[in-house]
C-alpha cells in the first residue's frame, strides 16, 4: 500500500523557515519523481516544487529562491526546506507521487502569521 505522511507543518512569524518532510512507503521510492502540492481556500492547488528520479528539480516562481527541495532515497523521504516564509504561503502542503499525481499524503497545515 502507498504511504505519504507529511510532517514538519505549524505557526511560523513572517521571514522565518519550516522543514517539511514526507515519509514514504509502499513503492519504490526512488523509481518515482516526486512534487510538493499546496493548497489554500480561494487560491485553489498550486504546484510548489518538483524532484524527479534523477534530482531534477523544479520551482515555482512565487517561491523560487526561498524553497529548497530534497529527497533521501536510502530513507525514502522527501523534504521541502521553506526560508523567508511570507504571509501567502500559507496553505495545507501535500506530498504528491509523481508529477502525474497519482498518490496524496493528508497533507500538513502551514501558518505564517505575527
Known amino acids: 500500500e502507498v504511504q505519504l505522511v507529511e510532517s514538519g507543518g505549524g505557526l511560523v512569524q513572517p521571514g522565518g523557515s519550516l522543514r517539511l518532510s514526507c515519509a514514504a512507503s509502499g513503492f519504490t521510492f526512488a523509481s518515482y519523481d516526486m512534487t510538493w502540492v499546496r493548497q489554500a481556500p480561494v487560491k485553489g492547488l498550486e504546484g510548489v516544487s518538483g524532484i524527479d528520479s534523477g534530482y531534477m528539480k523544479s520551482y515555482a516562481d512565487s517561491v523560487k529562491g526561498r524553497f529548497t527541495i530534497s529527497r533521501d532515497n536510502v530513507k525514502n523521504t522527501l523534504t521541502l526546506q521553506m526560508d523567508d516564509l511570507k504571509p501567502e504561503d500559507t496553505d495545507v502542503y501535500y506530498c504528491?507521487?509523481?508529477?502525474?499525481?497519482?498518490?496524496w499524503g493528508k497533507g500538513t497545515l502551514v501558518t505564517v502569521s505575527s
Open positions: 504528491v507521487r509523481g508529477y502525474v499525481m497519482d498518490y
